[in-house]
């Protein structure tokens, strides 16, 4: 069995696994093609491959060609996209035999956030695969279909955490196998109707589809069927029937039935869409036939229906809880105060990650002896325990600041506070004081694991502020460096800044601050904090963010 790098720690679940009977394996995404640089054996026993056969390749080498590549492309979308990841693959042991893995995939994190190892974990489920193949066939093609078809809804689903675009996409997906066409629509919770997205199955009637889900929706709240679906109790088994034309024109308007009468209309069939506690809207199929709805999609719009509701309940719980969680962060962030002589600008920009909420913040804080000081740090974490101690941090550092004591002083102090009382798990931070003097303006510094600020001057030059620096708050620490001293002429600006705005998967850390300071640099002489903090935003937050950014922008006035 090949030994892990030296100095990459083995965590508890690794040293779990080296001797039991679980195939595992560890990468190095940080080296060119994330090559094995670990197997226990219980990998060597399940492949046939000894780990100095395999350590330095990545694992690729165990597909061959009945492996389904829209499986590895699954799993290659998640892990590039720093998620953890499973999907069940068919592999070949070097004998060539095949087997089925499931394989499951964590990504490992340094103390900075950046992916340093995964650790993946392999199940020999031949075995099962083989018995639910035998299963699959015995139940029919229908059956099969069936289930492919309610997977991908799920899929599709949990793809959307907009609340109307998942709504959208369940309409997408559910109705063109099913029917000629059709419509969900969703209710408020005083039962008006919100959203309604009409789909078809044939691509030339989509402008018709496209064109009635643009109407006024007085032709579904006048229509009896749909009231009653949406009152419907539980244990409500929805049935096809007959479209009545000859109600139509008296709750539609002209142009409403001639969309109608062009998309179809033989045979309905309504189907609640039931949340725990209510029902929030319906699946409607349309046939172009009066018979056209078979037993068999009856089942399925049943399931359906029970399925998407539970999953469109679960977007609307994941928006509200962001919605608390944004709401409980930007209330621990301050109003920026207004300083004499100083041009100040700011901005926190979540990331879009669920309902995540991260450690992200900045201050500003006109002291008693007459400077300014100026912060920016950030929790390691994405949850409210993160948006907690970044609350702590801050108070901490507003105390110790208030004492007129140096940045080094003050980061260390807080240091002390965080690992004495384990107020948080790992934070970084610069904290800065802004004096005024005689000549201009002097900025002592210092940081804790935090990326440095950047210092444009008169006439484009940039400096990198990189001096003072010492381990994140809440690890062991190092001998303290003294604080960085520079002075800064008028004219100049000052940014600092959380790793967000610099550093994702497809720009690191280098090459993004790099960008930040060609940016920085060309600004135009003259700009104020709020442009150039609106410059730094377009040019470097993508439309995909995918970290918390923390950005505050000061010069003189």
């Not at 720093?82 to 068919?90: F, M, N, T």
């Not at 000081?373 to 994405?382: E, F, K, R, T």
Request: glycine content about 10%.
């Amino acid at each position: 069995m090949t030994a892990l790098d030296a100095g990459v720690p083995v965590d508890a679940l690794l040293r779990a696994l080296v001797d039991g009977d679980v195939a595992a394996c560890v990468t190095d995404p940080t080296r060119p093609d994330d090559p094995i640089v670990w197997v226990n054996a219980a990998f060597e026993r399940l492949t046939g491959y000894l780990g100095v056969d395999v350590v330095g390749r990545n694992c690729r080498f165990l597909q061959g060609t009945g492996t389904d590549l829209a499986a590895v492309g699954a799993l290659r979308t998640a892990i590039d996209a720093g998620r953890p990841a499973a999907v069940q693959l068919l592999n070949y042991r070097r004998d060539g035999t095949p087997f089925w893995n499931q394989l499951v995939v964590a990504q490992v994190r340094d103390d900075t956030g950046r992916i340093v190892r995964r650790v993946a974990v392999q199940t020999d489920v031949t075995a099962r695969v083989d018995a639910e193949q035998a299963r699959g066939d015995g139940l029919g093609a229908q059956a099969t279909a069936r289930l492919d078809l309610l997977a991908r809804v799920s899929d599709e689903l949990a793809m959307h955490l907009d609340y109307h675009d998942a709504v959208n996409a369940l309409a997408d997906a559910a109705i063109p196998p099913l029917a000629t066409w059709g419509f969900v629509a969703v209710t408020d919770e005083a039962g008006r109707f919100e959203h309604v997205h009409v789909a078809a199955s044939d691509a030339a009637d989509v402008a018709l589809a496209d064109s009635l889900g643009a109407q006024d929706v007085g032709w579904l709240q006048r229509s009896p069927r749909t009231r009653e679906t949406l009152t419907s109790p539980p244990g409500y088994v929805a049935e096809p029937f007959p479209v009545d034309v000859d109600s139509l024109p008296a709750r539609t308007t002209p142009e409403q039935l001639a969309l109608l009468q062009r998309l179809g209309l033989g045979s309905a069939l309504l189907v609640p869409l039931r949340a725990r506690e209510r029902v929030l809207g319906v699946l409607c199929l349309v046939h172009e036939k009066e018979d056209g709805f078979t037993p068999g999609t009856v089942v399925t719009a049943a399931h359906l229906g029970r399925r998407a509701g539970l999953a469109l309940e679960n977007v609307r719980l994941f928006l509200a809880q962001r919605t608390a969680a944004l709401t409980l962060q930007h209330s621990l962030l301050p109003e920026i105060p207004d300083v004499a002589g100083l041009d100040v600008a700011a901005s926190y920009l979540p990331s879009g990650r669920l309902a995540e909420v991260g450690g992200d913040w900045f201050d500003v804080l006109p002291l008693p002896d007459g400077t300014v000081g100026l912060a920016v740090g950030d929790v390691v974490g994405h949850d409210l325990r993160a948006a907690a101690a970044m609350g702590q941090l801050r108070s901490l550092l507003r105390s110790y600041a208030w004492e007129s004591a140096a940045p080094g002083e003050v980061l260390g102090r807080i240091d002390g506070v965080v690992r004495g009382l384990d107020l948080a798990d790992i934070a970084t931070c610069v904290y800065a004081r802004w004096s005024s003097t005689d000549d201009g303006v002097r900025l002592t510094y210092a940081r804790a694991g935090h990326p440095p600020p950047i210092l444009r001057l008169p006439g484009g030059e940039v400096v990198r502020l990189d001096a003072a620096l010492r381990t994140p708050i809440g690890l062991t620490g190092v001998p303290l460096l003294p604080d960085g001293v520079v002075d800064v002429p008028p004219g100049s600006t000052l940014v600092l800044y959380t790793d967000g705005l610099v550093e994702r998967r497809d720009r690191p850390l280098a090459d993004g601050l790099h960008a930040l300071e060609r940016t920085l640099a060309a600004v135009p002489d003259g700009t104020g904090s709020a442009g150039v903090r609106d410059a730094l935003v377009d040019a470097l937050v993508g439309v995909h963010q995918e970290d918390d950014v923390c950005l505050l922008v000061v010069r003189a006035a």
